[in-house]
């Protein structure tokens, strides 16, 4: 394993010293892929805020720095206000990130499905490219959000939840998932809930947009 590493250690450094800015085209899948797909991590977690606090909270670019500081440099790519047919660009950059692929990853998200009008608010979207081949992260990615009333109807409490589904590649499935699957699982399903239900209680956030 330790010379395997060291080899796509140094492919990835070579990517990342001549192909800085391609972005590599992923295979595009259906909603069903979040509860078909080879990986998917989901959370679940109720919070005392409204649905529309919370779903504010998650469109708001900057409190992901809060909850979700993995991603980062959040660049639309079409004008506000957001929803289905939006588009932007994410980096994304943690430590497994460096050590296997050497650095911060770009990802181009496409919103394809978007209500932010009913009791229950959600989106999801697809990642259309990735800044590394696909032979070295994943062939597929979707990812949805939604935010729902509580069972006992109470209006300052709401549930999150959030799917995150994955088809990846030979290498990060069969070669890495023995240190890549635990890493993402702790991030997407206890690390981030975690963090948001702090936020919120400190009340970190939501963040005010001010006068």
């Known amino acids: 394993r330790r010379s395997s590493l060291i080899t796509h250690y140094q492919t ?50 900057r409190a992901w720095e809060v909850w979700h500081p993995e991603v980062k440099n959040i660049q639309w790519k079409t004008d506000a206000p957001h929803g289905k047919g939006s588009s932007r660009t994410v980096q994304y950059h943690d430590w497994l990130s460096t050590l296997l692929l050497c650095g911060a990853v770009t990802m181009e998200e496409l919103y394809d499905n978007f ?39 109470n209006p300052n409490r709401c549930k999150f939840i959030r799917t995150v589904a994955l088809d990846p590649s030979f290498l990060s499935r069969y070669l890495f998932g023995w240190i890549s699957y635990p890493a993402m699982k702790e991030i997407f399903t206890k690390k981030c809930p975690k963090r948001l239900e702090e936020a919120i209680q400190e009340k970190r956030l939501p963040i005010d947009i001010g006068p």
């Open 12 to 61: 990835v450094k070579l990517y990342n010293t001549t192909m800085p800015c391609c972005l590599f085209k992923l295979r595009q899948e259906p909603e069903s892929f979040l509860e078909t797909a080879p990986w998917i991590f989901k959370a679940e977690i109720e919070l005392d805020v409204s649905v529309e606090t919370l779903f504010q909270i998650v469109m708001d670019d």
């Open 115 to 153: 209500d932010d009008t009913g009791s229950t608010k959600f989106f999801s979207h697809t990642v259309t490219a990735i800044g590394r081949p696909k032979f070295m992260m994943y062939r597929a990615a979707r990812e949805e959000f939604k935010v729902i009333p509580t069972s006992d109807k």
